[in-house]
């Protein structure tokens, strides 16, 4: 059984600074692209950022470039998403993801992409 445990959210001020884990279990990720996906009150689920678990490669939303980082540790098989310089529109619940990589290897950037979903966690910044 396929499972993502997402951890790490909380409250921050504008302008500071949180870690979001992704724990992934259930199956090989080696072929997957992780990522972070987030969804604020009355919106539309938006994608953030993405990583191949194999190989590297990293792409961002533009709203979040410059100041999101995500990276992956394969010994402790945990996926990051680290955010600096937190703006208050950055509020929402995060969700770790899973998906296929594409053949072609671009990233895909719809919710339609990622079969695996974990539970999400809330990240709230204050003005």
């Known amino acids: 059984q396929v499972q993502l445990v997402a951890s790490g959210g909380g409250l921050a001020q504008a302008g500071g600074s949180l870690r979001l884990s992704c724990a992934p279990s259930?199956?090989?990720?080696?072929?997957?692209?992780m990522c972070w996906f987030r969804q604020a009150p009355a919106k539309e689920r938006e994608f953030v950022a993405a990583i191949r678990w194999s190989g590297g490669g990293t792409y961002y939303v533009d709203s979040v470039k410059g100041r999101f980082t995500i990276s992956r540790d394969n010994a402790k098989n945990l996926v990051y998403l680290q955010m600096t310089s937190l703006e208050p529109e950055d509020t929402a619940v995060y969700y770790c993801?899973?998906?296929?990589?594409?053949?072609?290897?671009?990233?895909?950037?719809?919710?339609?992409?990622?079969?695996?979903w974990g539970q999400g966690t809330q990240v709230t910044v204050s003005s």
């Open positions: 993801a899973a998906g296929p990589a594409s053949v072609g290897g671009a990233f895909g950037t719809s919710k339609y992409d990622y079969a695996y």
């Open positions: 259930g199956r090989a990720f080696n072929k997957y692209v």
